[in-house]
């Protein structure tokens, strides 16, 4: 079966700090992969996406980054992080970009 | 303005209690996903619907999908403390598109 893992479950960091935050998946090949932040508990925004290795996809602007070193790795940086960056970031797989997508447990991120 | 538009927002009600949410769309999905979260977790899928005026039941839980496949409901038949949650639906245009979500409080 196919799992998902995210870490760390929480971080603190303090501002203009870097951030690296991994997500791999198990038993399962060329995903597509998915990073979203997600605020005070509502809905999902969506970061980045990736249908391969070295192919990554931005929906918005803003002060992060996100790579794909392996096939099953997809992980979301920053070089300097602001206050507004703080939140629930969530990873997530799916077979297909229609398919439904599985998440991992997600990652609490204050920016102090 | 979401693509899916859930409703209501936020719903407390009683233990035993019935209720239903919504999650409505002027677009036309072939397909939309429920989820449910609980605080410190990620979504974890509870069903597809595929077909228009599909009915699908999760113990007690009723999830329909409407004529058009524009909009979809959930109906879940006297909760319980533990469905407690945020409902989130999902469908898939160009991309995949996830509503804002129903907050749901069930007390005891």
């Known amino acids: 079966s196919q799992t998902i893992h995210q870490w760390p479950a929480t971080l603190v960091q303090p501002v203009g700090s870097p951030l690296s935050l991994e997500c791999t998946v198990e038993?399962?090949?060329?995903?597509?992969l998915y990073w979203y932040r997600q605020a005070a508990g509502r809905g999902l925004q969506l970061l980045f996406y990736?249908?391969?290795?070295?192919?990554i996809s931005s929906e918005v602007p803003q002060n992060l980054s996100a790579s794909r070193p392996q096939d099953r790795q997809f992980i979301l940086s920053s070089k300097k992080l602001l206050l507004s960056d703080s939140g629930f970031y969530l990873c997530?797989?799916?077979?297909?970009?229609?398919?439904?997508?599985?998440f991992g447990d997600g990652t609490r991120l204050s920016i102090l | 303005t979401q693509l899916l538009e859930q409703s209501p927002q936020f719903l407390s009600i009683q233990e035993g209690e019935n209720l239903t949410v919504y999650c409505n769309s002027s677009?036309?999905?072939?397909?939309l996903q429920w989820y449910r979260q609980e605080p410190g977790e990620g979504p974890v899928l509870l069903v597809t619907?595929?077909?228009?005026?599909e009915v699908k039941k999760l113990k007690r839980l009723t999830f329909q999908f409407g004529d058009a496949r524009k909009d979809s409901s959930l109906h879940i038949t006297a909760a319980q403390p533990g469905d407690t949650g945020l409902y989130l639906c999902?469908?898939?245009?160009?991309?995949?598109?996830f509503g804002a979500g129903t907050r749901l409080t069930v007390k005891p």
């Open positions: 997530a797989w799916s077979v297909r970009a229609n398919q439904p997508q599985h």
């Open positions: 038993g399962t090949s060329n995903p597509n």
């Open positions: 990736s249908v391969g290795i070295g192919q």
């Open positions: 677009s036309v999905f072939s397909s």
């Open positions: 619907v595929v077909t228009g005026g």
């Open positions: 999902a469908g898939y245009l160009n991309d995949m598109r």
